[in-house]
């Protein structure tokens, strides 16, 4: 931050709150999103936008599917030749990260240039044009991965801990949940633990049920 000066901006958030609420998205933590952004520095932000995990975790206590997550940037300030006018440059970088899994399941980076007779102006204005262009890739690639997973499921990783016998209890446990979800893989992290990735038609909760 010694080099990046936070600018306290709701326009990305704005941006990205309309365009998934016009693709009939459910929106959670959205306050939080919007504390984030006012913050004036990441060392004042609840949650570091830059902390994957801590993000992932909070939109878990949040009940969201997908969170979104990245910056924007002001590259440079400058002045039109042929207007007078000031011209602002920013760059953008946003994924969407599926909570359950920590798949990457969008992702957007871009630049964009925008110019007023005011350097705020100008600077909202490129912030707005790669937000809006950003969110609605991401709403479009989010949507294209929720249709192909609720047709093949999504995946999960099942860890059955404890096994006093991996040899005699592997094969009722790999029986049982074969009986609820297609298995894709299965290691043995260590003598008394055993780790199996699944397909499952459904969320966390679902899985965990059955």
Known sequence: ???????????IIDSFQ????SKNFDLVATDKAREIAASGSLAQAAVNPNDRKAIRET?????????????????????SESTGNK??????????????????VGSYSNTATASSSEVGEARMQSIKKNAVQAARTLAGQTIDVWQK???????????????????????????????????TNQTNS???TLLVKVNFKGDKESLGSA
């Open 149 to 183: 997973r609720s047709l093949n499921g999504r995946q999960f990783s099942i860890e059955v801990r404890n096994i006093k016998s991996v040899r005699s209890q592997q094969l009722p446990i790999i029986s049982v949940i074969k009986g609820i979800a297609q298995i």
């Open 59 to 79: 939109a878990a206590k949040e009940g969201a599917s997908f969170v979104a997550r990245g910056e924007i940037r002001v590259l440079s300030f400058g002045v």
């Open 18 to 21: 309309q365009e998934f609420i």
């Open 190 to 192: 260590d003598k008394t």
């Open 1 to 11: 931050e010694d080099l990046w000066k936070k600018y306290p901006d709701m326009t």
């Open 87 to 104: 011209e602002v440059k920013t760059q953008i970088g946003v994924e969407i990260i599926d909570v359950n899994s920590g798949d990457i």
